[in-house]
């Protein structure tokens, strides 16, 4: 199911915590038209190789990540650094950065520090281990953890 084709607001606990299907086919849309030249970074777990995280970087990011060690990105909503673990204290740490073939994407294999790598928290408060955490059932979606 598209956004538009969704009745009522779409609020953030409408999105990350309900079984609907509201795909944001807006997205690359929207990142393309941010001034902010970027491009996307999977973040992977280095031990068990789940993804967790498909974010954005530009060259400051991923600076910052190279010299800290830590997952770093850029918030094409915020327009700033989004220093992962920062607030939450759950950081990634960065075993290995690759870049793909093209040259116009990253992957981040981390360990974590901390409970998860989702801003997301579940129905008792603990964050998230990855932020897919839902799969498609049908016309649903249904937690797979």
């Not at 759950?90 to 974590?112: A, F, G, K, P, T």
Request: glycine content about 6%; proline content about 3%.
């Amino acid at each position: 199911m598209n956004r538009k084709d969704f009745k009522g607001p779409v609020t953030h606990d409408v999105l990350e915590n309900q079984d609907g299907i509201i795909i944001d086919f807006e997205k690359l849309r929207k990142v393309a038209e941010s001034p902010d030249p970027v491009v996307p970074v999977v973040v992977q777990d280095a031990a068990t190789k789940e993804v967790l995280i498909l974010a954005y970087a530009n060259e400051k990011a991923l600076r910052y990540t190279l010299e800290s060690g830590i997952a770093t990105f850029w918030s094409t909503s915020r327009h700033e650094l989004w220093i992962k673990g920062k607030t939450s204290g759950d950081e990634l740490h960065i075993v290995e950065v690759r870049v793909n073939c093209e040259q116009n994407s990253l992957l981040y294999l981390v360990n974590m520090k901390g409970k998860g790598s989702c801003h997301v928290k579940d129905a008792v408060g603990q964050t998230r281990f990855g932020c897919y955490y839902r799969k498609i059932k049908g016309d649903k979606l249904e937690f797979v953890k």
